[in-house]
């Protein structure tokens, strides 16, 4: 999971840069900004993609992943649930299931690696289920920019959880 950290942070910050620049569109012309930084991102993650070997197959069962799958589930139902209520299928939508489903995906991380990633799909369904009840017209730009901030504190929570798993190191 560790070597996955280098896509949450590309990702985390390809978020948040399109939110900021959803907000400066709103004020002067961006035009094909989004695009440009959705190519540097995935020019990135090809870089990557050699960095990133297998899954290193440290998994942890027990009680707690089992909590953990069950909010994953409730998650993921939840967000089902969410979307008929809000009634909405369009542009504003798939901004909210695409941080639904990375929300789903957090709580399915937490089976592996422990609750701060639990609870940091929770933060992330219920930020989509205020954005979805009350401010929807806002989606892209609060969705992307937290959204994306949620990514890189992935990337940092899988590079703190490796760092333990590994033990102290001397530093001289």
């Known amino acids: 999971m560790q070597r996955w950290t280098a896509l949450c942070y590309i990702w985390g910050l390809h978020g948040i840069a399109a939110g900021l620049v959803d907000v400066a569109s709103i004020y002067w012309p961006v035009g094909r900004t989004t695009f440009?930084?959705?190519?540097?991102?995935?020019?990135?993650?090809?870089?990557?993609?050699?960095?990133?070997?297998?899954?290193?197959?440290?998994?942890?069962?027990?009680?707690?992943?089992?909590?953990?799958?069950?909010?994953?589930?409730?998650?993921g139902a939840g967000s089902a649930v969410l979307l008929l209520y809000a009634g909405r299928a369009d542009l504003f939508a798939l901004e909210?299931?695409?941080?639904?489903?990375?929300a789903v995906m957090f709580a399915l991380?937490?089976?592996?690696?422990?609750?701060?990633?639990v609870w940091l799909g929770v933060w992330l369904f219920a930020l989509c289920a205020v954005v979805?009840?009350?401010?929807?017209?806002?989606?892209?730009?609060?969705?992307?920019?937290?959204?994306?901030?949620?990514?890189?504190?992935?990337?940092?929570?899988?590079?703190?959880?490796?760092?333990?798993?590994r033990g102290p190191r001397l530093r001289f």
């Open 36 to 75: 440009v930084l959705t190519l540097a991102a995935l020019a990135l993650s090809l870089l990557a993609l050699p960095l990133i070997g297998g899954i290193d197959g440290t998994r942890r069962y027990g009680s707690a992943s089992r909590v953990a799958g069950l909010i994953a589930a409730l998650l």
């Open 96 to 102: 909210l299931l695409r941080w639904l489903l990375l």
């Open 109 to 117: 991380i937490g089976m592996y690696r422990g609750g701060a990633f």
């Open 132 to 165: 979805a009840l009350r401010y929807l017209g806002f989606a892209p730009l609060v969705l992307q920019g937290l959204g994306g901030a949620g990514l890189a504190a992935c990337g940092w929570l899988l590079q703190r959880s490796a760092a333990a798993e």
